[in-house]
């Protein structure tokens, strides 16, 4: 189509009705139209379909998330929400936004109990005896102790005082769930003779170092042990494990890592995951643990305040559902770290610049230091201008610079989107 420029800038109207720009959401289409109009009276462009384009860049920044491809090398990236939803779990998340039964017994037509569901799948998964769900790992771990430990000390090993991301450093997160901290052992060995040097401690926690390696001489006792000490010692246990890696994932080429359900099969009285780490669902913190435990989980007032909603409910239960039927390669997470290295190659070539072999993070803390092998398509001109188009096109893309290149990695993001962001950096460079 060609278009003319009239000299003279096109009405509001006419852009209303503009077929590309019907994609915009109506609640913000006016306003992106005003904008745009704006910036090409400045640089006197009045061509309706320039003024469109404009119009539709304007708009990205109105939408309250604006979408975009993960090219970042990273596949959990917090700053992205982390893992991608599979199709099912999309869907049932949809579904779950109309009217649906949460608390409500459809048989007996009495309240009922919002995660019966959830619970069930997740006991049956993980071997735990009972389980809760609540806003993320953050929160489950606020609560566990909260739960089995307030006013009383925990102790934990200097090794493990983590903090992940600004506000999560765990002496606060301790404070606040009102109990007292006791540290015990160093930074590179802690014994259960530190822990059971602890005089009158209400419960021992554990966490598990995510975004951290402590290598060398190094000692922590494995956790069945340390659960048995505790439970000789009549002293509660909380592990805040994190990753929620629910199978063995040397498949990837990673070197080995104790699934959840090995942890859980410690006997500890609650273990706290998160559900868009290793898990590959929703944003969620999942307490897993004896019936007792959880019992006395439910009945804090933090449980109500960090309740999870309906429509993470359903898109964990439809992502637990994967793995129950051996399906869960299919989540996006699983299908990035799984997806072949001649295919990455392929991908990265189609993309355009240098091809070079890199590591694909994990991400989320979920792996520290370790990476799974990929290629990247690299761009070594002009590499902060490019980034920036990019980021500011039709969907934004985002890489990352390194040595004033821009490298982008193709493992996290799905075909359809390889192929989008493949002809706007044709259109680019
Ligand atoms: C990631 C992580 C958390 C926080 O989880 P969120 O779901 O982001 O709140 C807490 N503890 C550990 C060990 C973690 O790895």
């Known amino acids: 189509m060609h278009s003319v420029d009239k000299g003279y800038p096109p009405s509001v109207h006419e852009l209303m009705a503009h077929s590309d720009l019907q994609r915009i959401p109506e609640a913000w289409r006016k306003d992106a139209i005003h904008l745009a109009l704006n910036r090409c009276r400045d640089q006197q462009v009045y061509d309706v379909d320039r003024v469109a384009m404009e119009a539709l860049l304007a708009s990205r920044w109105m939408a309250p998330l604006p979408e975009v491809i993960n090219l970042s090398g990273v596949l959990l990236h917090t700053g992205l929400g982390r893992a991608r939803l599979h199709p099912e779990a999309q869907a049932a998340l949809v579904r779950a936004s109309a009217a649906v039964a949460v608390e409500f017994d459809i048989e007996t037509g009495h309240r009922g109990d919002r995660q019966n569901h959830v619970e069930n799948r997740l006991c049956e998964l993980t071997g735990a005896p009972a389980a809760y769900v609540v806003n993320n790992c953050a929160a489950a771990l606020m609560l566990a102790l909260n739960a089995l430990a307030e006013g009383g000390r925990v102790a934990v090993s200097r090794g493990e005082m983590i903090e992940i991301g600004g506000a999560f450093r765990l002496p606060e997160v301790m404070a606040q769930s009102g109990v007292e901290l006791a540290e015990v052992g160093c930074t590179n060995r802690t014994r259960i003779s530190d822990y059971q040097g602890v005089e009158g401690a209400t419960a021992w926690l554990r ?90 989980v439910r009945k804090r007032p933090f449980a109500r305040a960090f309740r999870v909603d309906k429509l993470t409910l359903a898109a964990l239960a439809a992502t637990l559902d994967l793995y129950r039927s051996g399906r869960w390669r299919e989540t996006p997470f699983w299908e990035s770290m799984l997806r072949p290295l001649a295919q990455v190659e392929a991908e990265a070539k189609a993309l355009g610049g240098e091809v070079r072999p890199s590591l694909t993070e994990v991400g989320s803390g979920a792996a520290p230091g370790i990476g799974i092998e990929t290629w990247c398509a690299v761009f070594t001109k002009d590499a902060a201008r490019l980034s920036q188009e990019l980021r500011h096109s039709e969907i934004s893309i985002i890489g990352h610079i390194q040595d004033k290149s821009l490298w982008l990695d193709p493992r996290g993001a799905t075909p359809e989107e390889l192929e989008q962001a493949g002809a706007v950096l044709r259109r680019l460079t």
């Open 207 to 296: 966490c598990h170092p995510s975004n951290y390696r402590i290598t060398g001489f190094t000692e922590s006792p494995g956790y069945a042990e340390w659960v048995a000490a505790a439970r000789d010692a009549g002293v509660r246990t909380v592990i805040d494990l994190g990753h929620g890696l629910l199978v063995d994932w040397r498949e990837a080429g990673l070197p080995y890592e104790m699934p959840t359900p090995q942890v859980v099969a410690s006997g500890a009285d609650l273990v706290c995951i998160s559900g868009d780490k290793l898990l590959g669902g929703p944003q969620a913190g999942i307490l897993l643990g004896q019936t007792e435990a959880i019992a006395e």
